[in-house]
């Protein structure tokens, strides 16, 4: 981890920070400082001030400082069954112990019954920008001999972060700022089988797609050669498209052609065949993540090894709002439509009102 982020557990400050801090305030190229007297141009003994500049440009500045008082919300899923290394990935994309098992370590934990739901959060912050990062854990998910049904209770806690973000818009007095809970993003873990995707994987996929910005990656991809990994990328993107699978980035919600573009490229890639590690080796002189290996390290971010440096890019570099905004003006967007055409629903029959009236007013 470098020396300008930090993260903190609680109270617990893992290392420190030094950055800019937030008041320093660039202001745009065009403005020249002048002195009083000088106010349309005219030389009073020093720069003058541009006079055709407005200045509308700088509210890309009042928007940067504006976000960076109030910081990020980040809450990401992780899916899978137990050993595919759901923990060591989140460790990895974060540099630091985010994960529940590194927080919460416990003797050897147990393979849960029934599905559990677990969430940790931590504030991190890196070069002034300030970001709560929650990280929800899925034990229990396909370690079952029957897991029949076993995306439900998935279902049903996605649902309810948009049922607590429903009530609390549509409050009197509502909060200034609406804490978010909703999941932003789901990583799902696929097992290197090598062959195809199980039932499991298909149907959690079809039914959770619709709800959430579903990501699948390949675990511990360094069990595959290249050429197993290939054919099995391919194979699965076949079986996405065959069942109507609709993973992140959505085709559907390309904004322009640029997105387009961009966004076919990393279509491409998925699933992102991954390896992760949180131990760090010297190669070549170097310090760098890896997997010690008899023939060799495993290089976690050399997307010559692996697509790990892929994932990162999509999730934390370049697609981090994108995946929010889709989360808001998507996904939650169609839960609270359709929460509220429910409540219109009850209000009309315990009124008596027919049902093709209530219809026709919606029209």
Not at 85 to 92: D, E, R, V, W
Request: charged share 25%; net charge neutral; aromatic share 8%.
């Amino acid at each position: 981890m470098g020396d300008d982020t930090y993260f903190t557990h609680g109270p617990e400050v893992i290392s420190s920070y030094s950055g800019m801090t937030m008041s320093e305030a660039v202001m745009p190229d065009a403005v020249v400082s002048t002195p009083m007297g000088g106010l349309y141009g005219e030389k009073v003994g020093g720069p003058v001030v541009d006079f055709s500049y407005v200045g509308i440009d700088a509210i890309l500045e009042q928007m940067r400082r504006k976000a960076m008082k109030q910081g990020f919300e980040l809450n990401i899923m992780v899916v899978g069954q137990s050993g595919l290394g759901k923990s060591t990935l989140m460790n990895t994309l974060f540099k630091s112990k985010v994960s529940r098992k590194s927080v919460l370590a416990t003797a050897q934990e147990k393979i849960p019954k029934t599905i559990e739901i677990k969430s940790i959060s931590h504030d991190i912050e890196e070069k002034g920008v300030r970001m709560k990062l929650t990280v929800i854990d899925t034990p229990g998910f396909g370690d079952q001999i029957n897991n029949e049904n076993c995306w439900q209770p998935i279902m049903k806690f996605i649902n309810d972060q948009y049922e607590a973000y429903l009530q609390e818009e549509i409050n009197i007095n509502r909060k200034k700022r609406i804490p978010d809970s909703r999941v932003h993003c789901c990583i799902y873990f696929i097992p290197p089988t090598g062959h195809c995707l199980r039932p499991l994987d298909v149907e959690f996929m079809r039914r959770l797609s619709k709800v959430v910005n579903i990501v699948p990656v390949i675990a511990k991809a360094d069990t595959l050669t290249l050429e197993e990994r290939d054919f099995f990328k391919k194979k699965i993107r076949e079986e996405l498209r065959a069942n109507g699978i609709d993973v992140y980035p959505q085709k559907e919600f390309d904004e322009d052609a640029e997105d387009r573009m961009i966004n076919e490229k990393i279509r491409e890639m998925i699933p992102f065949a991954v390896v992760g590690s949180d131990q760090e080796y010297q190669v070549n002189g170097r310090r760098l993540l890896g997997r010690k290996t008899k023939w060799g390290t495993i290089e976690v971010e050399n997307i010559a090894h692996c697509e790990f440096a892929y994932l990162r890019d999509l999730l934390i570099r370049t697609h981090m709002q994108n995946i929010k905004d889709i989360t808001s003006s998507i996904h939650y967007e169609m839960y609270r439509v359709r929460r509220l055409n429910e409540n219109n629903s009850v209000v009309a029959h315990a009124n008596g009102i027919p049902e093709h009236h209530l219809a026709a007013h919606e029209m």
